[in-house]
């Protein structure tokens, strides 16, 4: 069974970084047929998808976001992180780790499979 | 600013049916698969439906998908207080080079 679990700070400075880390287990990584991904989910609000990886690196991020988005992955560790650059209260939310499935040759995503339990982080000063 | 609409809520009593409605364009659900998602209060969402119409191992048949077009449609029978959750559609959208969800859904039980 596929598990992944968020870790980091919960509180960030306005203008700071945020930073968390997605460790996975029960499942590689590096055996391809899936993107990793950060999703987020404002207090109250729906879903907003942040940008996912791939093992080899690759990366896709969400337009809206893209400037300040960071997602690397760490095969050794089997760990996936993200970064976002110079928040602010309106960063403020639930952030979710999720396994998203791959189709087809053009590696099109498809379902998030499997999803961690989810971080509030909140920026406040 | 969702490109995916759904409607905010729907509600019927025990036992009834519900659908919920995902309507996008050519260049997401159009093209692409879409799953649904059930998010009970406090937790992370779950994988309801994956590939428009297919169910994950351990999600009753009491949950259907349909695809149609440039619209997906949920179906919800044999109602249930536990289903009394949000639901989000998600796709691919080709055209923004991005994964993406719809509004939600509320669906209240009666």
């Known amino acids: 069974q596929v598990q992944l679990q968020e870790s980091g700070p919960g509180l960030v400075k306005p203008s700071q970084t945020l930073s968390l880390t997605c460790t996975v287990s029960g499942g590689s990584i590096s055996s391809g047929g899936y993107y990793w991904s950060w999703i987020r989910q404002h207090p109250g609000k729906g879903l907003e998808w942040i940008g996912y990886?791939?093992?080899?690196?690759?990366?896709y991020y969400n337009p809206s976001l893209k400037s300040r988005v960071t997602i690397s992955v760490d095969t050794s560790k089997n760990q996936f992180s993200l970064k976002l650059s110079s928040v602010t209260a309106a960063d403020t939310a639930v952030y979710y780790c999720a396994r998203d499935r791959v189709v087809g040759q053009q590696l099109v995503p498809a379902s998030f499979d499997y999803w961690g339990q989810g971080t509030l982080v909140t920026v406040s000063s | 600013q969702s490109v995916l609409t759904q409607p905010p809520s729907v509600s019927a009593a025990p036992g009834q049916k519900v659908t919920i409605s995902c309507s996008g364009s050519?260049?997401?659900?159009?093209?692409?698969?879409v799953s649904w998602y059930q998010q009970l209060p406090g937790t992370a969402p779950k994988l309801l439906i994956y590939d428009n119409n297919k169910r994950p191992s351990g999600i009753p048949d009491r949950f259907s998908g349909s695809k149609s077009g440039t619209s997906a449609t949920l179906g919800i029978t044999g109602l249930q207080t536990g289903d009394e959750a949000d639901y989000y559609c998600g796709t691919w959208d080709s055209s923004l080079s991005a994964r993406v969800f719809g509004t939600g859904t509320k669906v209240t039980v009666l």
């Open positions: 050519s260049s997401n659900i159009g093209n692409n698969y």
């Open positions: 990886i791939y093992y080899s690196g690759s990366t």
